[in-house]
């Protein structure tokens, strides 16, 4: 793989900013991405979560689920540790459009009414993140300054 891509996926800022949002981000993505991919906090699972899915237009169910699940699980687990923060950004950037457009959307704002808000917000982490990159204390960080 070319080096200068290596090094622009992976530089990023000294800043502690960005830990701010990894943390409580990548601990959110990976209990909902739990909840798809292995049932765990009350979820339904691939089975369960991929004919969910399937109801709502998401075909092949199985397959979205274990999509949906693997970005928000491994880019959770991803930005929460900082390694690759930018790729698995984008990916969970994507996760939350198909989120809020398949599901909320037609709901409105708010989450009592099982809104978009909760998503629009994690959207607006993830893009940031996206930008930002994982900042001075991510695996990015330590491998970025390698490259140089």
Same mark, same amino acid.
């Given at each position: 793989?070319?080096?200068?891509?290596?090094? $622009?996926?992976?530089?990023?800022?000294?800043?502690?900013?960005?830990?701010?949002? $990894?943390?409580?981000?990548?601990?959110?993505?990976?209990?909902?991405?739990?909840?798809?991919?292995?049932?765990?906090?009350?979820?339904?699972?691939?089975?369960?979560?991929?004919?969910?899915?399937?109801?709502?237009?998401?075909?092949?169910?199985?397959?979205? =689920? &274990?999509l =949906?699940?693997? =970005?928000?699980?491994?880019?959770? &687990?991803?930005? &929460?540790?900082?390694?690759?923060?930018?790729?698995?950004?984008?990916?969970?950037?994507?996760?939350?459009?198909? @989120?809020?457009?398949?599901?909320?959307?037609?709901?409105?704002?708010?989450?009592?009414?099982n809104?978009?808000?909760?998503?629009? @917000?994690?959207?607006?982490?993830?893009?940031?993140?996206?930008i930002?990159?994982?900042?001075?204390?991510?695996?990015? $960080?330590?491998?970025? $300054?390698?490259?140089?």
């Open positions: 793989m070319n080096a200068s891509l290596i090094t $622009r996926l992976l530089v990023t800022s000294n800043s502690l900013a960005p830990l701010a949002l $990894r943390i409580p981000a990548g601990i959110i993505f990976m209990a909902h991405g739990g909840q798809k991919l292995f049932g765990a906090f009350g979820g339904y699972g691939l089975e369960g979560t991929g004919q969910w899915m399937a109801s709502i237009g998401l075909e092949p169910g199985y397959l979205m =689920a &274990l =949906a699940g693997s =970005a928000e699980f491994f880019g959770g &687990l991803a930005i &929460l540790i900082g390694l690759l923060v930018r790729p698995a950004a984008a990916a969970l950037a994507f996760a939350m459009l198909v @989120a809020i457009f398949a599901v909320h959307i037609g709901n409105g704002l708010f989450m009592s009414n809104g978009y808000e909760f998503g629009l @917000a994690l959207l607006a982490i993830s893009v940031s993140l996206l930002s990159g994982g900042g001075a204390l991510s695996a990015d $960080r330590v491998l970025s $300054r390698r490259q140089t």
